[in-house]
């Protein structure tokens, strides 16, 4: 008996031509629950196993498929693949080559929706922290929409009628469709280029979930997060909800609303700077009358009815105040002088020689002349004698001089 013996290589091959010559395989729709997800960052290939509460398989999706998914895979999460099964031939495993994947239970839309958000959340493109304020008085609005809908002819009529001093700079695009992110994206570089605006208005009139899409696309979310104005989102109507809604400075819930928000009423500011007027026309009244009032009192005061009588009046006052002053100080100073006169008349009656006399001394002149010496004398000299009552005269008849 001769029977050949197939290399384990041959034996794969051919289960795997058994399997993918079977066209209830080559297109399969299958339904599961993802687990071991890997993301096979150098290839872009995604590796992951499909299960149900009784079976798993493996699978894969080659990068090409993979890049075109509008959602992100993770572990727990229900999804309908399509693709087909086949074998690979090196380690003989059967698994199912997924080609195009959807969420379960939860639209296309709302599954990347949701991711989306999460992602840039916590990138922080949402902080509160990182919101600014829209201008009061802005003198530029760029409006990124479609010149073709409803949205921006609310928008060009509200800002005229309300603030018809700022410039508008229109930059149309497409608002839904496979070219509205690249489009809207490439406007807001312009604008950012352009260096003129002041806010950015950017949305879209009412539609359905597919038809906003475009606005919760993550790299138009990231280029508005860019920008160097506040940015006034206004995509749909109030309940719709994208991301660009909570990436901007500010949420309209309409494009009419968001013309709104962006400028001042004209009107409102009229009327505001007409009561601030007429404030302001009171008060200067009022501050006029008390001054008024007050130059009245002035004029009428007896300074300025009779002013020569007020002055002089005055003068006498002063003159009769000088007078007092004078005599007081005249006073005191002939006070003070009366006591140096006889503290120095005390002084002087201490060193008079009529004390000195009267105590028996005596002054002898001669010839006019105070002698105190008896070498001064000669015998027949003619003296006289002062005493403190009275002068006598004598002759010298006798000298006696001290040893």
């Known amino acids: 008996?001769?029977?050949?013996?197939?290399?384990?290589?041959?034996?794969?091959?051919?289960?795997?031509?058994?399997?993918?010559?079977?066209?209830?395989?080559?297109?399969?729709?299958?339904?599961?629950?993802?687990?071991?997800?890997?993301?096979?960052?150098?290839?872009?290939?995604?590796?992951?196993?499909?299960?149900?509460?009784?079976?798993?398989?493996?699978?894969?999706?080659?990068?090409?498929?993979?890049?075109?998914?509008?959602?992100?895979?993770?572990?727990?999460?229900?999804?309908?693949?399509w693709g087909r099964v086949s074998i690979y031939e090196k380690d003989g495993q059967y698994q199912f080559y997924c080609e195009e994947a959807y969420p379960s239970g939860i639209g296309d839309i709302a599954m990347q929706f949701e991711q989306t958000k999460a992602k840039l959340e916590a990138d922080g493109l949402f902080d509160a922290d990182n919101k600014r304020p829209i201008p009061k008085f802005p003198k530029c609005i760029a409006v990124v929409t479609s010149d073709t809908g409803a949205a921006v002819q609310d928008i060009l009529n509200i800002l005229s009628r309300r603030w018809d001093l700022a410039e508008i700079i229109l930059c149309p695009v497409s608002v839904q469709g496979e070219n509205a992110v690249g489009e809207m994206i490439d406007a807001l570089e312009r604008v950012y280029n352009l260096n003129r605006a002041d806010v950015i208005i950017i949305g879209r009139g009412g539609?359905?979930?597919?038809?906003?899409?475009?606005?919760?696309?993550?790299?138009?979310?990231?280029?508005?997060?860019?920008?160097?104005?506040?940015?006034?989102?206004?995509?749909?109507?109030?309940?719709?909800?994208?991301?660009?809604?909570?990436?901007?400075?500010?949420?309209?819930?309409?494009?009419?609303?968001?013309?709104?928000?962006?400028?001042?009423?004209?009107?409102?500011?009229?009327?505001?700077?007409?009561?601030?007027?007429?404030?302001?026309?009171?008060?200067?009244?009022?501050?006029?009358?008390?001054?008024?009032?007050?130059?009245?009192?002035?004029?009428?005061?007896?300074?300025?009815?009779?002013?020569?009588?007020?002055?002089?009046?005055?003068?006498?006052?002063?003159?009769?105040?000088?007078?007092?002053?004078?005599?007081?100080?005249?006073?005191?100073?002939?006070?003070?002088?009366?006591?140096?006169?006889?503290?120095?008349?005390?002084?002087?009656?201490?060193?008079?020689?009529?004390?000195?006399?009267?105590?028996?001394?005596t002054a002898v002149q001669k010839d006019g002349k105070t002698v105190n010496s008896v070498k001064n004398f000669n015998i027949g000299d003619k003296l006289e004698l002062t005493f403190y009552d009275g002068k006598a005269k004598a002759d010298i008849t006798e000298i006696f001089k001290e040893n």
Not at 331 to 342: A, E, G, M
Request: contains cysteine.
């Open 1 to 81: 008996m001769n029977i050949s013996a197939l290399t384990v290589k041959q034996l794969n091959l051919y289960v795997r031509s058994l399997l993918e010559g079977d066209p209830r395989l080559a297109n399969v729709l299958v339904q599961g629950e993802i687990s071991n997800f890997k993301n096979h960052y150098a290839s872009g290939h995604f590796y992951f196993t499909l299960k149900d509460s009784e079976a798993t398989i493996r699978c894969v999706m080659f990068r090409t498929n993979a890049s075109r998914l509008k959602f992100e895979f993770q572990d727990g999460m229900q999804v309908i693949l």
């Open 207 to 361: 539609g359905s979930k597919e038809d906003l899409y475009a606005f919760n696309s993550e790299s138009l979310a990231r280029k508005i997060y860019e920008s160097p104005v506040p940015v006034i989102s206004a995509v749909g109507h109030e309940t719709d909800f994208t991301i660009c809604d909570f990436v901007a400075d500010l949420r309209a819930p309409t494009p009419s609303a968001a013309a709104e928000l962006a400028v001042c009423d004209k009107a409102e500011i009229s009327m505001r700077l007409e009561n601030y007027k007429t404030s302001l026309s009171n008060l200067l009244k009022a501050k006029y009358n008390l001054n008024r009032i007050k130059l009245d009192s002035v004029l009428n005061s007896p300074v300025f009815k009779n002013p020569q009588d007020f002055f002089i009046s005055n003068r006498y006052i002063q003159l009769d105040r000088f007078e007092e002053t004078l005599k007081r100080s005249a006073s005191l100073k002939v006070d003070s002088l009366n006591l140096k006169t006889l503290s120095l008349a005390e002084r002087l009656d201490v060193l008079s020689p009529l004390k000195v006399m009267a105590r028996g001394f």
